[in-house]
């Protein structure tokens, strides 16, 4: 990265906030602590599907130091035993009747500590009925299955949706002339977010007030707020959602979890504040998981590598309640982009969505709204597509990738892409790579192996991915009927400095840094003289808040535009005090001066004061600068990415070694680049790990299998190389500074471009994720899987 300097506006700059954070001086929920607080733990469900025949509370009522037990028939009783979701259905938050998934909440203890809780749980009996599950959702709409929501009037399967992108007849049509054609079924399997810090909340209701206080790891405050207000009945200006310090989200704190219900009904109920912290195995059972697509995609071309269509579908596993969190139009989120990055004539995909006895979710670890599967799709059929025409993947990349001058660019499927070069970004990561050196050194290496039976396999993977980020416009994107606009309010003192206070909410992304770098860019002010407000709905806009990274899309565009009226306030203001016209006014960073005369002029300082002091301004001028700003953006924006990963196969023990991984990007406008690296480093690791280690699955009877992380494996640094990054800038048209985004770029991109190389050392042509090494090795002795391991 270089020397790192301190600018004022953008540029490599130290975080501001980790000089709390890395000192232990951060502030999470579990830091809270109010005067008579208690606390809170959940019963949950050891059957995956069971009738609930009785619920006898009286032994864990007893108890010395317990203070309430709540069942599902005392919030029917409040009418509050369900909860709207994201996605028009509703969510059991304590079960009543029936248990859909292990690990459903059955019951709420509250007591004076968090071990007299827990301990609690154990005194409370519940007489089950089990009942046969189904855990696969290749299975879910046989005529046979188990009906996982028979309490909803009228159903008779688990079925929940068809979708369609993209038109049909025209993709048929394509296919039907076509010289050839590739399938390929693939499963992307369910995956878990898994932040660093599990969910929590601290709920604070006066009875005397009438206001309801929550501390929570929410990534959405005001979303938050509406949903307590919906559900409780609580007058939002009675709602007060606090969001701390946040351990990381990745889309896991998106959602609103049982847990924060029954803390707010407990406080309610007894008067005082009531914590509820999840542990690790509850994060892993009962919060919103990633993937889960079983997926056929068919890729048509011309005998030499001209592809000309895509057609895709998809079986997608909501689980037990159709609980994603995305646009309410888009029921598989953006997977319409599984175009990808090429100029095909028609696409086409159809997506259904079923119930299993698994827990809801959706749409978290940061996949960008189903994007992260619609990527992969399409890299691997590009990769299957190379491997049964004999052609260079990267070669026929580079044929069909779209030029610069298409853009804006129409997809077959309705999007529109805003800007790129995607050819000069994946010229520029074989660069970096040397890729004609290491398919060379390939070449050597397989020639060894097969004349002595011994060594690795070298393996080289390519991906290249578009990304959709910012949702979203008004006039196509809300959730739960709220429009998905993010505000900036902007304060300047009479000192000069400044607050900022926006709806996004960072969970470790560096906003109180990036923020103030975008002020700094637009006022001319040092990023330590801006501080950052956010979540807190009290001191905040209203907004959708952090996720799909918006952030930087959508409320740094709301920063910018409110930063810029300032700056035109400040020119009226800086017109009295010189006395002079403001149209003979220019900007210089930092300053107003009179055109043509540097040496007349007043710096923002200076205005600032004169703002605040008696000085008399024009009629209709307001004193002070303060402005705000409500963005809706006008269109999506569109990163892309070329990615390059290099394996060693042990072909005897299945092993895989990522030597290399070379990821150039282009997020347009890099605010920060120390920011957007360490963003992509943390998002290559995901990619590393969901295309090696990750994986949620279940036994037949809906068991989780992966509740802890002796089961659940994480990517260490021991498994990820030193990073080799690159960039290519195209700025977004439409944003006003042309940011992209990029928390998730490298997300989406980087496991088709892991699991290519290692299908390409093995000379596989397609396995599924994760390959792990006993997956790897059974491929490479061309021997089935193993039932065991199978994708349930």
């Keep these: 990265m270089g020397r790192v300097v301190t600018p004022v506006g953008f540029g490599p700059l130290r975080r501001k906030e980790d000089l709390r954070l890395v000192r232990g001086r951060g502030r999470f929920v579990d830091d809270i602590a109010l005067p008579g607080m208690l606390h809170g733990a959940i019963l949950r469900s050891p059957y995956a599907h069971a009738r609930i025949v009785s619920v006898d509370t009286s032994a864990a009522e007893s108890h010395p130091k317990v203070r309430a037990v709540l069942t599902g028939a005392d919030l029917a009783a409040r009418d509050m035993a369900w909860m709207p979701t994201a996605s028009h259905d509703v969510a059991a938050v304590l079960a009543c009747e029936k248990v859909h998934f292990q690990g459903q909440e059955v019951a709420f203890v509250?007591?004076?500590?968090?071990?007299?809780?827990?301990?609690?749980?154990?005194?409370?009996?519940?007489?089950?009925?089990?009942?046969?599950?189904?855990?696969?959702?290749?299975?879910?709409?046989?005529?046979?299955?188990?009906?996982?929501?028979?309490?909803?009037?009228?159903?008779?399967?688990?079925?929940?949706?068809?979708?369609?992108?993209?038109?049909?007849?025209?993709?048929?049509?394509?296919?039907?002339?076509?010289?050839?054609?590739?399938?390929?079924?693939?499963?992307?399997?369910?995956?878990?977010?898994?932040?660093?810090?599990?969910?929590?909340?601290?709920?604070?209701?006066?009875?005397?007030?009438?206001?309801?206080?929550?501390?929570?790891?929410?990534?959405?405050?005001?979303?938050?707020?509406?949903?307590?207000?919906?559900?409780?009945?609580?007058?939002?200006?009675?709602?007060?959602?606090?969001?701390?310090?946040?351990?990381?989200?990745?889309?896991?704190?998106?959602?609103?979890?049982?847990?924060?219900?029954?803390?707010?009904?407990?406080?309610?109920?007894?008067?005082?504040?009531?914590?509820?912290?999840?542990?690790?195995?509850?994060?892993?059972?009962?919060?919103?998981?990633?993937?889960?697509?079983?997926?056929?995609?068919?890729?048509?071309?011309?005998?030499?590598?001209?592809?000309?269509?895509?057609?895709v579908r998809v079986l997608a596993d909501h689980g037990a309640f159709n609980a994603t969190s995305q646009p309410s139009r888009f029921p598989a989120g953006f997977f319409g982009v599984f175009t990808g990055s090429y100029d095909l004539r028609a696409a086409h995909c159809r997506v259904t969505g079923v119930h299993t006895n698994k827990a809801p979710g959706g749409v978290a670890y940061a996949c960008s709204f189903r994007i992260t599967e619609a990527s992969y799709l399409v890299e691997r059929l590009v990769d299957v597509l190379a491997h049964d025409l004999g052609l260079d993947p990267a070669r026929l990349r580079m044929d069909n990738l779209l030029r610069a001058e298409q853009f804006p660019h129409p997809t077959p499927t309705g999007w529109e892409y805003d800007s790129g070069d995607y050819p000069a970004t994946l010229r520029l990561a074989l660069e970096i790579a040397g890729y004609d050196e290491l398919r060379a050194e390939q070449a050597a290496t397989r020639a060894e192996y097969e004349r002595t039976g011994r060594g690795r396999l070298l393996g080289i993977g390519l991906s290249f991915f578009t990304e959709a980020v910012g949702a979203g416009p008004r006039r196509t994107m809300d959730i739960m009927g709220l429009g998905m606009a993010d505000g900036a309010d902007l304060r300047v003192h009479p000192s000069g400095g400044a607050v900022l206070a926006v709806s996004c909410m960072s969970q470790g992304q560096g906003h109180e840094t990036t923020f103030a770098q975008i002020i700094g860019h637009e006022l001319g002010i040092p990023a330590d003289q801006v501080q950052v407000v956010q979540g807190d709905t009290d001191r905040t806009p209203f907004g959708l808040g952090t996720y799909g990274s918006r952030s930087t899309a959508v409320s740094g565009a709301a920063t910018v535009v409110a930063a810029r009226r300032v700056r035109e306030r400040a020119r009226l203001v800086a017109g009295a005090m010189l006395e002079i016209d403001p149209i003979d006014l220019e900007?210089?960073?930092?300053?107003?001066?009179?055109?043509?005369?540097?040496?007349?002029?007043?710096?923002?300082?200076?205005?600032?004061?004169?703002?605040?002091?008696?000085?008399?301004?024009?009629?209709?001028?307001?004193?002070?600068?303060?402005?705000?700003?409500?963005?809706?953006?006008?269109?999506?924006?569109?990163?892309?990415?070329?990615?390059?990963?290099?394996?060693?196969?042990?072909?005897?023990?299945?092993?895989?070694?990522?030597?290399?991984?070379?990821?150039?990007?282009?997020?347009?406008?890099?605010?920060?680049?120390?920011?957007?690296?360490?963003?992509?480093?943390?998002?290559?690791?995901?990619?590393?790990?969901?295309?090696?280690?990750e994986l949620i699955t279940f036994d037949p009877d809906g068991n989780h299998l992966a509740a802890s992380f002796m089961d659940y494996l994480l990517p260490t640094s021991m498994e990820c190389p030193s990073w080799e990054l690159g960039e290519t800038v195209t700025p977004s048209p439409h944003h006003p500074i042309g940011a992209k985004g990029v928390g998730e770029s490298a997300t989406v991109g980087s496991p088709a471009a892991v699991v290519n190389a290692v299908l390409d050392a093995i000379g596989v042509r397609h396995a599924d994720m994760p390959l792990t090494p006993a997956q790897v090795w059974r491929a490479v002795q061309g021997r089935p899987l193993r039932p065991d391991l199978a994708i349930r």
Excluded at 162 to 185: P, Y
Excluded at 208 to 225: D, K, M, N, S, Y
Excluded at 234 to 255: L, Q, S, W, Y
Excluded at 609 to 630: K, M, N
Aim: aromatic share 6%; charged share 25%; with cysteine.
């Design 587 to 693: 900007w210089v960073p930092g300053r107003w001066q009179v055109r043509g005369d540097p040496t007349a002029g007043a710096s923002l300082t200076e205005i600032a004061a004169a703002a605040h002091s008696g000085l008399e301004l024009p009629d209709g001028v307001e004193g002070h600068l303060d402005a705000s700003c409500v963005y809706n953006p006008p269109n999506l924006t569109f990163p892309c990415g070329a990615y390059l990963c290099v394996v060693e196969v042990d072909p005897v023990t299945g092993e895989v070694r990522v030597r290399r991984f070379v990821a150039v990007d282009d997020c347009g406008v890099r605010i920060n680049p120390m920011i957007v690296a360490g963003q992509v480093h943390r998002g290559l690791a995901d990619g590393i790990g969901m295309a090696l280690m």
């Design 110 to 311: 509250v007591a004076e500590d968090r071990y007299a809780a827990r301990d609690a749980l154990a005194l409370i009996e519940v007489e089950y009925e089990p009942l046969p599950a189904v855990v696969d959702a290749r299975t879910a709409l046989d005529p046979d299955a188990p009906l996982v929501r028979d309490e909803q009037p009228g159903c008779t399967d688990n079925h929940i949706f068809d979708w369609e992108s993209g038109d049909a007849a025209a993709t048929d049509a394509v296919f039907a002339a076509a010289e050839h054609v590739s399938d390929c079924d693939l499963v992307y399997p369910r995956v878990h977010p898994a932040p660093l810090e599990t969910c929590g909340i601290v709920a604070d209701a006066d009875r005397i007030e009438g206001r309801l206080t929550v501390h929570a790891t929410t990534q959405a405050p005001h979303t938050h707020r509406v949903l307590y207000s919906r559900i409780a009945g609580v007058p939002e200006h009675r709602i007060r959602v606090v969001a701390p310090d946040i351990g990381g989200g990745f889309g896991n704190k998106v959602a609103m979890y049982p847990g924060y219900l029954c803390a707010v009904v407990a406080s309610t109920v007894t008067g005082r504040p009531v914590k509820w912290v999840e542990d690790r195995s509850e994060n892993l059972m009962a919060s919103s998981f990633a993937r889960d697509y079983h997926m056929r995609g068919e890729i048509a071309a011309t005998r030499d590598g001209r592809i000309l269509a895509v057609r």
